[in-house]
């Protein structure tokens, strides 16, 4: 088992250099721009310590929303291609997500390159209180990829990031239903990028950011499931001060939009485990939620 994880690494890793070395034109022309490059490789770099250790399937960039445009014209001047045909799917995707279509290179005969533009960390459905991207990312840090300087957020921000991430993962309808987006990696990466960047990342810390964002219910939520895994003393301890009314009563539910929301009728260990999350939820699923799911299948893919 190690030997093949250890095989599957080195694949990721000479995929994911590829990735970098196809894109190098692209960072260049947009080194003077306002973007970071989240998860990926900058998290397995602050996670554990090295580029390569987690498996990754594209590039996530997050940029203000006012930038889009000129970062699309840049990868389309690099052959990248976006599928979505329609204006009308990219209005849904600009007013109903939290990124456009992905812009893909082909190289060879079977090798893509996927590209994410994020502008924003919070969901189509939030109605809370909205995060200045432009502010989010101005004091991003560079960081080396593979001999290329890449922007990325700093630890703390990284974190906040990931976080959102994680819930909008474990609370989609759309993501329960298409992979199985609640497993024990994701937790790992929080678990990690905790524990390996204490002094950035102190509990402390973490809240007072939490709370600027007024997200501490979310911030409670994943890290109340990666201690579940972990069974930190340390964590366990400081998940005090982010407990709330509201953090407890997500625990139990599952969906973005409050109007959506379902109790889950299994417990977190089962949810872990399944292999069809899907299989989980079906029963649950309205005539209106299901219009959703056929309607992001098919513009998300």
């Known amino acids: 088992m190690e030997i093949n994880q250890k095989n599957l ?9 590829l990735r970098y070395k196809c894109l190098t034109p692209v960072f260049l022309e947009i080194d003077n721009c306002s973007y970071a490059v989240i998860k990926g490789e900058p998290l397995s770099f602050y996670a554990y310590k090295k580029t390569g250790k987690r498996i ?3 590039i996530d960039i997050l940029i203000p929303r006012k930038n889009i445009k000129t970062l699309e014209k840049i990868l389309e001047q690099n052959n990248f291609q976006n599928h979505l045909a329609t204006r009308e799917d990219k209005i849904i995707m600009l007013t109903g997500s939290h ?74 309808i759309y993501h329960l239903a298409g992979h199985n987006c609640i497993n024990y990696n ?9 524990r390996n960047n204490q002094e950035e990342i102190s509990l402390d810390k973490l809240y007072t950011i939490s709370n600027e964002y007024k997200i501490i219910p979310y911030v409670f939520y994943v890290l109340y499931f990666t201690n579940q895994i972990f069974k930190d003393s340390e964590l366990e301890k400081n998940l005090e001060a982010f407990k709330t009314v509201e953090g407890i009563r997500l625990l139990d539910y599952y969906g973005l939009d409050e ?3 379902k109790l889950w009728k299994v417990d977190f260990a089962t949810r872990l485990n399944t292999d069809n999350l899907f299989d989980l939820i079906k029963d649950d699923l309205t005539e209106a939620d299901i219009k959703k799911l056929e309607r992001n299948r098919r513009i998300f893919g």
């Open 259 to 261: 109007r959506e929301q």
């Open 186 to 194: 994701m937790f790992k990466d929080v678990y990690y990028l905790w």
């Open 56 to 58: 990754s399937s594209d």
């Open 99 to 172: 990124q456009v279509a992905p812009w893909i290179k082909i190289i060879g005969e079977k090798f893509e390159i996927n590209v994410d533009i994020n502008f924003d960390i919070f969901w189509g459905e939030y109605t809370g209180k909205p995060i200045n991207i432009e502010e989010f990312i101005a004091d991003t840090v560079k960081i080396n990829v593979y001999g290329l300087q890449v922007k990325t957020l700093p630890p703390l921000k990284a974190m906040v990031q990931l976080i959102l991430h994680h819930y909008k993962e474990m609370n989609s």
């Open 9 to 17: 690494l080195n694949k990721v890793q000479l995929l994911s250099q």
